[in-house]
C-alpha cells in the first residue's frame, strides 16, 4: 500500500519538527515514520528545503519505490525533483510523473 504525505502534513511536520526531535529524546516510546512513510516523509524534506517551489509535488512510496506527480515550472526543476529523491535514503527507484507547465 502507498503511503502519501500531503504539503501540508509536512509543514506541519516541519513547523513541529523541534517538538518532535525533543520529545523523542525523551520518550523512548515515540514512534517515527519508518518504512515507506519514512521515505516519503525524507523526500517531502528534501523537496522542501532544497526547492520551495516543489512543495505541491506528491510523493507516493511504496516497497522504496518513490513516484513523484504534479507540476513544476521548469524542466530544470522536474530534474532537481527527481535527483532529491534518488539521493534520499531507502529510495530503491523513481518514476517521474511530473508535468512542466508551459506558459502561454
Do not use: C
Not at 38 to 66: C, I, N, W, Y
Amino acid at each position: 500500500m502507498a503511503k502519501r504525505i500531503t504539503a501540508w502534513t509536512l509543514a506541519a511536520g516541519i513547523g513541529l519538527g523541534g517538538a518532535a526531535v525533543a520529545t523523542a529524546a525523551t520518550d523512548h516510546h515515540a514512534q517515527l515514520p519508518s518504512g515507506d512513510a519514512a521515505v516519503t516523509f525524507q523526500v517531502r524534506a528534501l523537496l522542501a528545503s532544497h526547492d520551495p517551489d516543489a512543495k505541491d509535488l506528491e510523493v507516493d512510496t511504496d516497497a522504496g519505490v518513490v513516484t513523484l506527480s504534479g507540476t513544476v515550472d521548469s524542466p530544470y526543476l522536474r530534474q532537481r525533483a527527481v535527483e532529491l529523491a534518488r539521493n534520499a535514503k531507502g529510495v530503491k527507484d523513481v518514476h517521474d510523473q511530473i508535468t512542466v507547465q508551459t506558459t502561454q
